[in-house]
């Protein structure tokens, strides 16, 4: 059954009209005002190209994820979509419009809702996307990972090669579209917000420790009543730190590239006290060696110039599994 929205309302920003369809009872006026406000500041930088950004305020996305073609799906298919808090569809070939949907029960969740510094970070990012492509960007949709696991295929095995084939393609091939988007927001008068957002993040990270935690218990407990292979253990909890916590290197190379070093240092600072140490050794120095390659992207890559890089930062991840004594074949390749 088709969830009504209770309130429509269209704003003129400039040269831009803004739409607001929401099925959001309280709490969405102060949203409006962030995506206002928003709407201005990169209108002064001169690179905004819609005349209409229709801002979708909802309780949840599932009636996106309903309507989203399965091939424009991201990563991770609809439960992705259904756990965003904020996403842009566009269509970078009709620049004209945008499409922000807020997702209230995620934004509830993670303590964005009424923090409206974080909001307004939340939106610079989502509106910074089609504003940040370059070359480089446009050449990491044109390359795929083809990774597997040269192990006997068991299911334990295929999921843990599942997971580590998503993550490399993420560290790969999203990560040039983040860095560069993160970077157009910092630079074009978001950096402040940017920053708070991040350090919310970083906070929030440091608390999953407990999670993870009892992930461990629970690993050791299974390979004592023989139910994995002891080794399996310290392999699946490096997997599952850089599943968690190395995006944060998309988030903290950008100030680096802004040349916001204390920026940087104030969100490093706390991860290599609270967590770093938390985590498989082999983490600290992996996060610092992708952070590198992230910080020297350069933004005019051809697709084989950037299969080259990708491959870097693929060899990186590997490395650190293989040091596990996980034996695995990966590849960047031009589809």
């Keep these: 059954m088709r969830r009504a929205a209770r309130h429509a309302e269209i704003y003129r920003i400039g040269p831009t009209e803004l739409r607001v369809i929401s099925d959001v009872d309280t709490g969405k006026i102060p949203i409006v005002k962030a995506e206002e406000a928003v709407i201005r500041d990169y209108l002064q930088h001169g690179n905004w190209p819609h005349r209409q950004v229709s801002l979708f305020i909802l309780k949840d996305l599932k ?14 298919g609809i439960s992705s979509i259904e756990g965003r808090t904020v996403i842009n569809l566009y269509d970078l070939a009709n620049p004209d419009a945008c499409h922000i949907f807020v997702n209230q029960q995620m934004m509830l969740k993670e303590g964005y809702w009424n923090d409206m510094l ?3 970070g939340l939106l610079a990012h ?20 083809d990774l597997a696991l040269e192990e006997k295929p ?3 095995r295929v999921r843990l090669e599942g997971l580590l ?7 790969c091939l999203t990560a ?12 074009s008068g978001f950096e402040a917000a940017m920053l708070h957002l ?10 999953s420790l407990a999670g993870r935690a009892q992930l461990r218990t629970q690993l050791l407990q299974e390979a004592e009543q023989g139910q994995r292979l002891a080794g399996d253990v310290s392999q699946l909890l490096l997997a599952g730190d850089l599943e968690s916590y190395g995006g944060l290197a998309m988030e903290v190379a950008p100030f680096d590239r802004a040349g916001q070093a204390a920026a940087a240092s104030t969100l490093t600072d706390v991860l290599e006290r609270d967590l770093f140490p938390q985590l498989e050794p082999q983490f600290a120095p992996t996060f610092a060696a992708i952070r590198q390659l992230y910080r020297d992207l350069p933004e ?5 110039d950037l299969r080259g890089w990708s491959q870097q930062v693929a060899d990186t991840i590997i490395a650190a599994m293989r040091e596990q004594g996980l034996i695995i074949r990966c590849e960047v390749c031009e589809i």
Excluded: M, W, Y
Excluded at 165 to 171: G, H, K, S, T
Excluded at 176 to 187: M, S
Excluded at 198 to 207: D, E, L, M, P
């Design 165 to 171: 084939a998503r993550l490399v393609d993420q560290f």
């Design 176 to 187: 040039p579209r983040e860095i560069f988007t993160n970077l157009l927001a910092i630079t």
């Design 63 to 76: 009636p996106l994820a309903r309507q989203v073609a399965p091939g424009a799906l991201p990563p991770g």
């Design 154 to 156: 068991t299911e334990q």
């Design 300 to 304: 005019h890559l051809s697709p084989n």
């Design 198 to 207: 991040n350090q919310h993040n970083v906070v929030n990270a440091c608390k």
């Design 126 to 145: 989502e509106h910074a996307h089609p504003l940040a492509e370059n070359a480089s960007t446009r050449a990491s949709r044109s390359l795929s990972v």
């Design 118 to 120: 974080a909001v307004r």
